[in-house]
């Protein structure tokens, strides 16, 4: 599992870095760090899928803040 959780930072940083360049190449700086950082997210996300974490809910944080709304409203 190691070797492939490896595998594909590997995979990921050399298809970033390429992007990156390409994009830079082309005047787009503001593309290319946009690109980085998502793609970093994603590595880093893929990672911990690959090694079975249990991620959180993205929407927990909405969750917590519009129950209570939607709580009040169907009580009226």
Not at 23 to 44: D, H, S
């Amino acid at each position: 599992m190691i070797l492939q959780i490896v595998t594909l930072i590997i995979v990921m940083l050399g298809w970033t870095l390429y992007k990156v360049r390409m994009f830079l190449k082309k005047n787009q700086p503001v593309t290319a760090g946009l690109y980085g950082c998502l793609m970093g997210i994603c590595t880093i996300l893929g990672s911990l899928l690959a090694a079975h974490v249990d991620i959180p809910s993205t929407t927990a944080p909405l969750n917590t803040i519009f129950q209570p709304i939607g709580k009040l409203i169907l009580n009226r």
